[in-house]
């Protein structure tokens, strides 16, 4: 039987992984830990909303895949903590968009994150022309 993290260790794990991320300069002239999820600035309403069509897609609705709780915190830290409105957003909108992005992301991993990034951008993803750079 694999035993689970509890939050706290999970969350230091983030943080180290955060941690070992090459540190850049910001486009503001500001010291930082990169420049977050590469999205616009949005409500946290417009996030879950995008979110929760990517995660539902090819589903019949009648039941949700149940989301390993470690995901939602993967969730939190990686996606919706970076992005750059999400300081922002009320509890309700970030509990919200955390849920999505979770079943998100255990549906689709990387590649659901990389459409969410595309959607919300209004379809000038990372690869399109104009888009924002994959970082």
Partial sequence: ????????EIRELIASWLAAEPQVEAPTGEAGGGEGLPAPPG???EFAQAARRLALRGLDG????????GLRLVAEALVVD??????????L?????????ALLM??????GVQELIAELDGGQGADAPGGH???
């Fill in 93 to 101: 909108e970030r509990a919200e968009a955390v849920e999505w992005a």
């Fill in 1 to 8: 039987m694999v035993e689970m993290a509890d939050e706290p």
């Fill in 133 to 135: 750079p994959a970082g």
């Fill in 82 to 91: 970076e992005h750059p409105s999400a300081a922002r957003w009320t509890p």
């Fill in 62 to 69: 009648s039941r949700l895949p149940a989301v390993p709780g």
């Fill in 106 to 111: 255990h549906r689709f991993g990387e590649d």
């Fill in 43 to 45: 409500g946290g309403r």
